[in-house]
């Protein structure tokens, strides 16, 4: 099986969501208010994988009293594979709360070392295994894990409103190429150490574009694109280092053969909360074309384009 072999820490999130907008009727009473949040999860994906396929259970969801937990039954089984750039797959829909200020959400997953994820997938296109798992090419499955998972999900920190008779909508972004590791001595289980996004989608916006055949079709590249902050010179990410300039996003390259029945190649990177980056072109997230990045300007709601000729 071929994994990236680096292993991340969980990147706990904060400060990436925004207050949405939203206001009451005149005179009624706040403590009576209520509004939706809705969240839904998409992936920056891996190569070599055919499906990851995580199982959500419930949801946890933090005010300024206990907290309420929204169960999911039955379960949402995704195949991130199948959500990538600005794709995503809705786990909680318009889901009503009281209106105001809270302090985090934990996504409940089934995901527990020594379990038999992947137990009963039929190798087709479906998540149709029990618990959570990945399927290779060559039709290998191996269970997914988190640590500590049973007990505490995935917790994204982070405050949050939810807007009185307003709704607040995000996604959470897995990032596959800085998650998964196949650590020593736990085989056949997978580590999902999930590298995740909170966005708060009326801040989002797309990057996409074209690689140069010359960059991604080389013989024995794996062709990405990373999405770095502004002003990072591209860099590889280092084992075990929690780095602020290690990408915010990244993206596999996909090949397509065109009416002319030659081969092009494209990228998309969803959700990326508005503002300046620096993305780059790489074969092994080593080296990277061109060696100090590419500007791009993302706003909400806009698909800007970036080309590697």
Not at 132 to 153: D, R
Request: net charge negative; with cysteine.
């Amino acid at each position: 099986m071929q994994l990236i072999s680096k292993q991340y820490p969980i990147i706990i999130l904060s400060g990436l969501l925004a207050v949405v907008a939203g206001c009451g009727s005149s005179g009624s009473d706040p403590a009576q208010e209520t509004g939706s949040l809705s969240l839904a999860v998409s992936d920056g994906p891996i190569h070599n994988a055919t499906k990851v396929c995580i199982t959500f259970d419930e949801i946890e969801i933090k005010g300024s009293g206990a907290s309420t937990v929204v169960a999911l039954d039955p379960p949402e089984k995704v195949n991130l594979l199948d959500f990538q750039g600005k794709n995503a797959a809705p786990i909680l829909s318009n889901h009503e709360l009281p209106a105001g200020q809270y302090q985090w959400m934990r996504l409940g997953v089934d995901a527990v070392r020594g379990s038999n994820g992947g137990a009963g997938d039929t190798g087709g296109v479906e998540c149709d295994g029990v618990s959570s798992y990945i399927a290779m090419e060559g039709g290998s499955t191996y269970n997914l894990y988190v640590p500590s998972g049973a007990q505490t999900g995935l917790k994204l920190v982070g405050g949050f409103m939810v807007p009185a008779n307003g709704s607040a909508n995000f996604t959470a972004e897995f990032d596959l190429m800085k998650s998964l590791n196949s650590p020593v001595g736990q085989a056949p289980d997978v580590m999902l150490k999930p590298a995740v996004r909170l966005v708060n989608n009326i801040e989002a916006g797309t990057l996409v574009g074209m690689v140069s055949g010359d960059l991604a079709g080389v013989e024995g590249c794996d062709p990405s694109v990373f999405v770095f902050n502004d002003g990072v010179t591209p860099n590889a990410i280092e084992d075990d280092v929690e780095n602020p300039d290690d990408p915010v996003a990244t993206a596999m390259v996909n090949a397509e053969i065109d009416d002319a029945g030659e081969t092009e190649y494209s990228y998309s990177v969803g959700y990326l909360t508005a503002g300046e980056y620096e993305a780059a072109f790489t074969c092994d997230g080593a080296v990277f074309e061109p060696a100090d990045g590419k500007g791009a300007s993302i706003s909400a709601n806009v698909v800007t384009t970036l080309d590697f000729p």
